[in-house]
């Protein structure tokens, strides 16, 4: 291998050298973007539950009011009826 043929490797070796720094640089860009979203998407995993607890509350609220005016009218009815026994 003669001088000339050693100088053009070894600027191709350099030439890739900075495109290997260059593609190791974007990896870790894309590490960083990938850490960012995995925090993002905890936060709004959270939120989400938060949300679902709410929302099954709301849910449920009718049900609840519907079982306490039952439970005040069964109770206003037994209480009637034994007012009306004692009477």
Do not use: C
């Amino acid at each position: 291998m003669n001088e000339i043929e050693f100088i053009q490797r070894v600027a191709k070796l350099e030439q890739d050298e900075k495109s290997v720094h260059r593609r190791l640089d974007n990896l870790e860009k894309l590490t960083e973007s990938v850490h960012v979203i995995a925090t993002e998407l905890k936060a709004m995993r959270e939120d989400v539950n938060s949300l679902t607890v709410r929302v099954y509350d709301i849910e449920h609220r009718p049900q609840k009011r519907i079982e306490t005016i039952i439970s005040s009218l069964i109770t206003a009815l037994i209480g009637a009826f034994f007012g009306y026994l004692l009477k």
